[in-house]
Structures are given as structure tokens and as C-alpha cells.
């Protein structure tokens, strides 16, 4: 995806959010803002990607401070307080088990920041509001059509705590005899979840696991190592959660690929690409 202009304001909260987390140190963080606004006034226009930009801003704040994982802690209370919620989701979808609660259920999880919000929310309301609303795109019989015609699917993961969610659909999906390979983060970026988050989930127990090889916010297909342009390329079904994965895969050529995304419309930039309202619920065929 190419930037909005709301883009550059999110950057930089972006930026200050985890330079907060990274260092204490007010001087270093004032050089890294000086860093970040340079880096933006030569980088930042029209067509410049969203991916790309937001990927080196949160490698500067990680060289700079010396911090390799700024997320740290919030990833790992992501996944502690999910865990915490399974119980609930999987009696919610004992009673209902159609795909498309499956698939509301991991669009939960790319709703909730489990870091950022722990306890001080409703998540019994949250789950069972959005297993009420309508997906505002619903592609769902287009994703059955793949089901059928495939057997086997990547899985590009977003984040933690949001994967606990991504394995009840996962397991739902090996229903279908799909053979599931799931990719991850090589190394930390925000909250993003990498191979030891999905381990510490069970996640291998149920699916191939990858790393993209890199870094990068969402996808960016030439950052990617050759073992996962490989993979990428050698499977003609994809689901991708997340925004960021959303950026990426419209700045690739998908050829003839079967791709959706699944997400929770977050900001007002999305919501223009995609034609829809913030905080809308989606599964769209890309």
C-alpha cells in the first residue's frame, strides 16, 4: 500500500510508542526523532511504501538504543492474557462451529492489542459483538471455493496474542485436509509474533512453521529471504492477517494467487484503500 498523509503522524507515534519502551534515555530519543523526521523528509511522498517506511523507522530505534525487542514484555503478555480468553472463545464456537465464526474469532484477535489493553476491557462483550456483526466484506464462499481446489495454504501471521485466535482457525482449516504452513517474524518488530511466540503457543503442533527472514512490517516480498520467496511463490492459496500483511500483498504481484485478508479496519488510511468505514470487520479476496 502507498501512503496516506495520515501515515506520517502514525509513524511517528509509532515511533515514540516504542522508543518509550526501548530506552529511558531522553537524549538518545531526541537524536532518534531527529533521525526518524530526516529520514521521513527525504522519504516520505507519493508512492512510497508504507511497509518500507515503517520497517526503518523501528530498525533505527532498535539499532540506536541497542534494543533488539522493544515489545518484549507486551508480547508475552499478548499471548498470557489470550491464552487466558481461550476457554471462552472455544465454548463460544462449540455451539456454532461454522467457518465463518472461525474466521470472526481471528479477526478478534487482530481487534484486541492484548499488550497494550490487558484486563481493563470487556472481552466477553467484544467476542460476542463481533460474532454478531456482518463482515462488511465477506468473501467467505470465494475462500470455500479455495478450500476446495487447494491442499495446502501459507498462513502469514500477524501478532501475538492474536495467533492464540489464528490456531482455532488453523485447526479448523486442517478439517478441510489442508496441509497449513504458517509464517512469522525472523526477528522482533512491534508486537509482531516470531517462531519461539508460536512454539510457546503449541502452534507447531498443528502446522509447518517459517519466518519471512527478516524484519519487516508486514510483507515486503524483496526483504524476504529466498527460503520464503520460495515458499511464497510455490503457494497459489494464502489467508494474511493484519494490516500490515494487507500493506504488503497489494504491493505484490499475486499473479494468479487465491489471497485474503483477514482484518479490522484500524485507521482511517486503510479504510480509504480498502473503500470501507474504520472499525469494520473484513474477509477480502485480494
Same mark, same amino acid.
Given at each position: 500500500?502507498?501512503?496516506?498523509?495520515?501515515?506520517?503522524?502514525?509513524?511517528?507515534?509509532?515511533?515514540?510508542?516504542?522508543?518509550?519502551?526501548?530506552?529511558?534515555?531522553?537524549?538518545?530519543?531526541?537524536?532518534?526523532?531527529?533521525?526518524?523526521?530526516?529520514?521521513?523528509?527525504?522519504?516520505?511522498?507519493?508512492?512510497?511504501?508504507?511497509?518500507?517506511?515503517?520497517?526503518?523507522?523501528?530498525?533505527?530505534?532498535?539499532?540506536?538504543?541497542?534494543?533488539?525487542?522493544?515489545?518484549?514484555?507486551?508480547?508475552?503478555?499478548?499471548?498470557?492474557?489470550?491464552?487466558?480468553?481461550?476457554? /471462552?472463545? =472455544? #465454548? *463460544?464456537? $462449540?455451539? &456454532?462451529?461454522?467457518?465463518?465464526?472461525?474466521? %470472526?474469532?481471528?479477526?478478534?484477535? +487482530?481487534?484486541?492489542?492484548?499488550?497494550?489493553?490487558?484486563?481493563?476491557?470487556?472481552?466477553?462483550?467484544?467476542?460476542?459483538?463481533?460474532?454478531?456483526?456482518?463482515?462488511?466484506?465477506?468473501?467467505?464462499?470465494?475462500?470455500?471455493?479455495?478450500?476446495?481446489?487447494?491442499?495446502?495454504?501459507?498462513?502469514?501471521?500477524?501478532?501475538?496474542?492474536?495467533?492464540?485466535?489464528?490456531?482455532? /482457525?488453523? =485447526? #479448523? *482449516?486442517? $478439517?478441510? &485436509?489442508?496441509?497449513?504452513?504458517?509464517?512469522? %517474524?525472523?526477528?522482533?518488530?512491534? +508486537?509482531?509474533?516470531?517462531?519461539?511466540?508460536?512454539?510457546?503457543?503449541?502452534?507447531?503442533?498443528?502446522?509447518?512453521?517459517?519466518?519471512?527472514?527478516?524484519?519487516?512490517?508486514?510483507?515486503?516480498?524483496?526483504?524476504?529471504?529466498?527460503?520464503?520467496?520460495?515458499?511464497?511463490?510455490?503457494?497459489?492459496?494464502?489467508?494474511?492477517?493484519?494490516?500490515?500483511?494487507?500493506?504488503?500483498?497489494?504491493?505484490?504481484? *499475486?499473479?494468479?494467487? &487465491?489471497?485474503?485478508?483477514?482484518?479490522?479496519? %484500524?485507521?482511517?488510511?486503510?479504510?480509504?484503500?480498502?473503500?470501507?468505514?474504520?472499525?469494520?470487520?473484513?474477509?477480502?479476496?485480494?
Amino acid at each position: 500500500m502507498k501512503v496516506y498523509y495520515e501515515c506520517g503522524a502514525c509513524f511517528l507515534r509509532q515511533a515514540k510508542d516504542a522508543m518509550d519502551l526501548a530506552t529511558d534515555d531522553d537524549e538518545i530519543k531526541l537524536d532518534l526523532m531527529k533521525d526518524i523526521i530526516n529520514l521521513l523528509s527525504e522519504k516520505y511522498k507519493k508512492g512510497a511504501s508504507s511497509n518500507k517506511l515503517g520497517s526503518a523507522i523501528h530498525r533505527i530505534i532498535k539499532d540506536k538504543t541497542n534494543c533488539e525487542d522493544p515489545y518484549f514484555k507486551e508480547k508475552a503478555e499478548g499471548n498470557k492474557i489470550a491464552l487466558e480468553f481461550l476457554p /471462552l472463545v =472455544e #465454548k *463460544l464456537l $462449540e455451539e &456454532d462451529k461454522n467457518l465463518e465464526n472461525y474466521i %470472526k474469532i481471528a479477526i478478534v484477535g +487482530n481487534i484486541l492489542d492484548f499488550g497494550a489493553l490487558g484486563l481493563d476491557f470487556n472481552p466477553q462483550k467484544l467476542i460476542f459483538s463481533n460474532l454478531k456483526k456482518e463482515l462488511a466484506i465477506n468473501d467467505i464462499n470465494e475462500l470455500k471455493k479455495s478450500i476446495s481446489k487447494h491442499n495446502s495454504i501459507l498462513y502469514l501471521a500477524d501478532n501475538t496474542g492474536e495467533i492464540v485466535f489464528d490456531k482455532l /482457525l488453523i =485447526e #479448523k *482449516l486442517k $478439517e478441510f &485436509d489442508l496441509e497449513v504452513t504458517v509464517a512469522l %517474524k525472523e526477528k522482533p518488530i512491534l +508486537n509482531d509474533a516470531c517462531l519461539e511466540d508460536a512454539t510457546n503457543i503449541g502452534l507447531d503442533k498443528i502446522a509447518n512453521l517459517t519466518t519471512i527472514g527478516t524484519d519487516s512490517i508486514g510483507i515486503v516480498y524483496e526483504e524476504a529471504s529466498d527460503k520464503f520467496k520460495e515458499i511464497f511463490d510455490s503457494h497459489d492459496f494464502v489467508i494474511a492477517k493484519g494490516l500490515g500483511n494487507y500493506e504488503g500483498l497489494t504491493e505484490i504481484d *499475486l499473479k494468479n494467487k &487465491d489471497v485474503f485478508s483477514l482484518l479490522c479496519v %484500524k485507521c482511517s488510511a486503510i479504510a480509504k484503500d480498502i473503500g470501507l468505514e474504520e472499525k469494520d470487520n473484513v474477509l477480502i479476496k485480494l
